[in-house]
């Protein structure tokens, strides 16, 4: 997975607030929450899209990556040194850096997103993605304050990724995904597969359907990882990267993918496993509507909300 050494970079689409010092407290869901209404008695509520959370009711429902998540097991990421404009320029800086690196991979995705919607005459709306963590590990969205237990996730409401890059060591360490820069890849094209889907209007498709193995929320769940390869597939001709991804580059992505299945991480926090409280899909289907994503292409490929996923 090497970057172009001359891509231009462009930092202004990542907001770095890691090094800004605690957050002060937010306040439940927010005005403008009709992104993704859901019932209930506090009226609108807005769901948090993530790898393996749910937000709901302005609190979290642990699907998966942060129910055993335990007081002081946090490791909070490497403070950052230095703001992402002066650091991130071009592609050998992507290389050599984390930061960098995920402000290539957030410029490629959006960079293709923008192609495909014009393709199909509409105009893509970027999403920003804002990473936070070290000193700030609460983070107040339109959708409601989260932590960095949440995991990375996106708010339709304020149409941004938040991301706290200790997550990446949790996925390894915790999970038992493989790990590396592909899998990163992999989970940031993820949410940005979200905000494809709030700009398509595909979240108004799971209406009050949350959770269960046939659940509009897991069909929603494995069309971003549908999108997420999709983006893998076309990534070379965004300009940023130098070559195909390779096989090992593949595979860090499926591992990601089979670690946060619903399955896999209710085994291994409950010891069984419980169809009726999937919200994201099993391993097998995460890796499935990836590969269907890349093998193609083709956005028009990942129509999980019809017929058997």
């Known amino acids: ?49 993530g790898l393996g959370a749910l937000l709901l009711f302005g609190q979290p429902l642990m699907s998966g990556l942060t129910t055993d998540n335990q007081p002081g097991q946090y490791r909070p990421a490497p403070e950052p040194s230095g703001n992402l404009a002066d650091r991130c320029k071009r592609g050998s800086d992507a290389d050599q850096s984390e930061d960098c690196r995920i402000v290539g991979i957030v410029n490629s995705i959006q960079s293709y997103w923008k192609q495909a919607f014009a393709g199909r005459n509409r105009t893509y709306t970027p999403a920003k993605t804002q990473l936070f963590g070290g000193a700030r590990t609460t ?29 990446f060591n949790d996925l390894e360490t915790r999970f038992g995904a493989q790990g590396g820069p592909f899998a990163q890849a992999y989970v940031v094209a993820h949410e940005y597969g979200h905000h494809v889907q709030h700009l398509l209007g595909t979240m108004r498709r799971v209406g009050n359907d949350r959770q269960g193995a046939n659940s509009g ?56 496993v419980t169809p009726d409280g999937f919200t994201h899909g099993t391993s097998a289907q995460r890796e499935k509507w990836f590969t269907i994503g890349y093998q193609y292409g083709d956005p028009g490929r990942c129509d999980t909300f019809t017929g058997a996923i």
């Open 217 to 272: 929320a897991v069909r929603l769940e494995l069309q971003a990882d549908c999108y997420a390869g999709v983006w893998a597939n076309n990534a070379v001709r965004t300009g940023f990267y130098t070559e195909p991804f390779s096989r090992r580059d593949i595979d860090q992505a499926l591992s990601a993918a089979a670690a946060v299945g619903d399955d896999s991480i209710q085994r291994r926090t409950q010891g069984y």
């Open 1 to 49: 997975m090497d970057f172009r050494d001359d891509a231009e970079l462009d930092p202004s689409q990542v907001e770095d607030t890691r090094a800004a010092g605690p957050q002060r407290r937010g306040g439940g869901s927010m005005p403008g929450c009709g992104a993704l209404p859901i019932g209930g008695k506090g009226g609108c509520l807005l769901a948090m899209l």
């Open 139 to 167: 983070v107040s969205t339109a959708c409601g304050k989260a932590d960095s237990s949440v995991g990375p996730f996106y708010c339709p409401a304020d149409q941004k990724v938040y991301l706290d890059l200790s997550f």
